[in-house]
């Protein structure tokens, strides 16, 4: 069993910044893809970036969100830019067996999730 946990959430003006990390317990951290997802109030839960050797991200998030991964240290990390309103919701952080489809929330295992609120 893997334990994910997220950290980093908060709430902060439009046009701000926020880091989110994510720590992902067990030995095999550098062979699972990593991704961040998201969910507003009402919404079905949406796929915002991921991280194997290379790098996925959603179209409303590109140019503003940076993933990155520390293998030594279990850790995936979101950088979030430039954010918007409508970035508002509970982010997700999600470690999955395979490299196949990062896109589909089917993750083997997820963090509690924390929220991000970016007031206009």
């Known amino acids: 069993q893997v334990q994910v946990v997220e950290s980093g959430g908060g709430a902060v003006q439009a046009g701000g910044s926020l880091s989110l990390s994510c720590v992902a317990s067990?030995?095999?951290?550098?062979?699972?893809?990593m991704g961040w997802f998201r969910q507003a109030p009402g919404k079905e839960r949406e796929f915002v970036a991921a991280?194997?050797?290379?790098?996925y991200y959603a179209a409303s998030v590109k140019g503003r969100f940076t993933i990155s991964r520390d293998n030594a240290k279990n850790t995936v990390y979101l950088q979030m830019n430039s954010l918007k309103p409508e970035d508002t919701a509970v982010y997700y952080c999600?470690?999955?067996?395979?490299?196949?489809?990062?896109?589909?929330?089917?993750?083997?295992?997820w963090g509690q999730g924390t929220q991000v609120t970016v007031s206009s």
């Open positions: 999600g470690a999955k067996g395979s490299w196949y489809d990062l896109t589909s929330p089917e993750y083997d295992f």
């Open positions: 991280i194997t050797r290379s790098t």
């Open positions: 067990g030995r095999a951290f550098s062979t699972y893809g």
